[in-house]
């Protein structure tokens, strides 16, 4: 049961363009989400998050959308960069009690110079 | 601050032997996760300590355990490795308060091969 799901397993985009990545979730007791990028041999890297209270977070070029009422949040990267090319993954997590986070498949983005 | 560290960083086994992973955390942290991610499958939640205590657990077979020290320090076992075992494990660790500003870091990962 995939409650954490990014439909989309690739992207490319040009760069300077706005690169959009988007996940889906199914769990309505999710509070909070994050955003995380991984490049080849390294871990998951931190990104940005947003509680379940909030539609919008930004930070910098980076900008979180999450809409409740679709169950559906997207992270925005504007402009992109071809330092942005890595694999995104989007997380979901319950703050009371479970202690632990669910991950989608990810997504690889690709910003083509 | 020194970040999440994981050793070794490449392993390679046979079917049926037994390893050993390590993670040491962000200093401060108390609770460290981990995952397995495969191709397509993204990270698997494997299980958290917080404390020297297994907070939550994923659904994975018995083969896979872990423990945590008194320094946070923790490390995962995998016994009677299968061909599907292979992977990159990958621990993260937090404060462990639960709340929702509560990050998890992750380290650079074990890649097990299983031969």
């Known amino acids: 049961d995939q409650q954490v799901k990014q439909n989309s397993p690739s992207l490319s985009v040009q760069e300077g363009r706005i690169s959009i990545l988007n996940c889906d979730y199914t769990?309505?007791?999710?509070?909070?989400f994050l955003w995380y990028k991984k490049y080849p041999a390294e871990g998951p890297t931190f990104l940005i998050s947003i509680s379940s209270i909030k539609d919008k977070n930004e930070d910098g070029r980076f900008t979180v959308f999450l809409n409740k009422s679709a169950k559906h949040l997207s992270l925005h990267i504007v402009p992109s960069q071809p330092g942005d090319s890595a694999v995104y993954f989007c997380a979901a997590k319950v703050v009371a009690g479970t202690y632990k986070y669910i991950f989608g498949t990810g997504t690889r983005l690709k910003v083509l110079a | 601050k020194a970040g999440v560290t994981q050793t070794p960083r490449y392993l390679i086994k046979t079917r049926g032997q037994q390893v050993t992973l390590s993670c040491s955390p962000i200093?401060?942290?108390?609770?460290v996760s981990w995952y397995q991610q495969t191709p397509g499958q993204g990270l698997q939640f494997l299980f958290e300590?917080?404390?020297?205590?297994?907070?939550n657990k994923g659904n994975f077979p018995g083969r896979f355990s872990g423990r945590q020290f008194s320094n946070s320090r923790s490390e995962m076992n995998v016994s009677t490795l299968e061909l599907g075992d292979s992977a990159l494990y990958l621990c993260?660790?937090?404060?462990?308060?639960?709340?929702?500003?509560?990050?998890?870091?992750f380290g650079p990962g074990t890649r097990l091969t299983v031969l």
């Open positions: 993260a660790s937090s404060l462990g308060t639960g709340t929702g500003t509560d990050t998890q870091y």
């Open positions: 769990n309505s007791m999710f509070d909070y």
């Open positions: 300590y917080f404390s020297e205590t297994q907070r």
């Open positions: 200093s401060g942290h108390r609770s």
